[in-house]
């Protein structure tokens, strides 16, 4: 049985395109190190199951479950994060770009402002590390906002529309401890094109991305 082997997707945009609200420093360092890393122990891990699989060594490819679940929500969770950020040059970081998500965020939350406040609190409310999620609940279409904790992925039902990072190396080269200013400044370049596209789009067309880099 041959394993999946995933490889690390290219970012749609230079390192430096985020600044100043993502310093070129960390996100060099984010994707060609920590991605490259979730990317290289997933397959790993998918290697050693499928290994144990064909020598009948059930208990061997379950002992690889945590491994595969951890990393490869860290895989899904970034590729997700790079292309749900634009440069803020970039018409694509405009709310206007997503018109018929803004509407349902608005229809959701009474106005974008209370929204963005919510989300806020959901992100500085983590506990440790994690993520923070604007997703479309499966069959009612609903926006909802969810956390996860560590390198857990919305893989169930729902719709990443975008998300963020919360993890200390998303941030703390450039602002320490100062996550608050991290989550003011991640507004500035979201991708609201991308979000549109997911949101009016079906669940698979969200995960393209790691599909194309298997």
Same mark, same amino acid.
């Given at each position: 049985?041959?394993?999946?082997?995933?490889?690390?997707?290219?970012?749609?945009?230079?390192?430096?395109?985020?600044?100043?609200?993502? *310093?070129?420093?960390?996100?060099?360092?984010?994707?060609?190190?920590?991605?490259?890393?979730?990317?290289?122990?997933?397959?790993?891990?998918?290697?050693?199951?499928?290994?144990?699989?064909?020598?009948?060594?059930?208990?061997?490819?379950?002992?690889?479950?945590?491994?595969?679940?951890?990393?490869?929500?860290?895989?899904?969770?970034?590729?997700?994060? /790079?292309?749900?950020?634009?440069?803020?040059?970039?018409?694509?970081?405009?709310?206007?770009?997503?018109?018929?998500?803004?509407?349902?965020?608005k229809d959701t939350w009474?106005?974008?402002?209370?929204?963005?406040?919510?989300?806020?609190?959901?992100?500085?409310?983590?506990?440790? *590390?994690? /993520?923070?999620?604007?997703?479309?609940?499966?069959?009612?279409?609903?926006?909802?906002?969810?956390?996860?904790?560590?390198?857990?992925?919305?893989?169930?039902?729902?719709?990443?529309?975008?998300?963020?990072?919360? /993890?200390?190396?998303?941030?703390?080269?450039?602002?320490?401890?100062?996550?608050?200013?991290?989550?003011?400044?991640?507004?500035?370049?979201?991708?609201w094109k991308t979000a549109?596209?997911?949101?009016?789009?079906?669940?698979?067309?969200?995960?393209?991305?790691?599909?194309?880099?298997?």
């Amino acid at each position: 049985m041959a394993a999946s082997s995933y490889s690390l997707p290219p970012l749609p945009y230079a390192y430096d395109a985020l600044e100043p609200s993502i *310093s070129k420093q960390i996100m060099e360092l984010h994707h060609t190190k920590h991605h490259q890393t979730y990317i290289t122990n997933l397959n790993k891990a998918l290697e050693a199951s499928a290994k144990a699989l064909s020598n009948g060594k059930l208990p061997d490819a379950a002992a690889q479950l945590s491994a595969i679940r951890f990393n490869g929500g860290g895989h899904i969770n970034h590729s997700l994060f /790079w292309e749900g950020l634009a440069p803020a040059s970039s018409p694509d970081s405009k709310v206007a770009a997503a018109p018929k998500l803004s509407a349902a965020i608005k229809d959701t939350w009474g106005t974008f402002e209370k929204f963005q406040g919510a989300f806020n609190a959901s992100l500085l409310g983590i506990q440790g *590390s994690g /993520w923070g999620w604007l997703v479309k609940e499966a069959g009612t279409g609903q926006l909802r906002i969810v956390t996860l904790a560590n390198q857990e992925a919305v893989v169930v039902g729902d719709t990443p529309l975008f998300g963020v990072d919360m /993890w200390e190396h998303a941030y703390y080269l450039q602002y320490l401890n100062g996550k608050a200013a991290y989550v003011d400044n991640i507004w500035k370049v979201i991708n609201w094109k991308t979000a549109e596209a997911r949101y009016v789009g079906s669940r698979d067309d969200a995960f393209q991305a790691i599909k194309a880099h298997m």
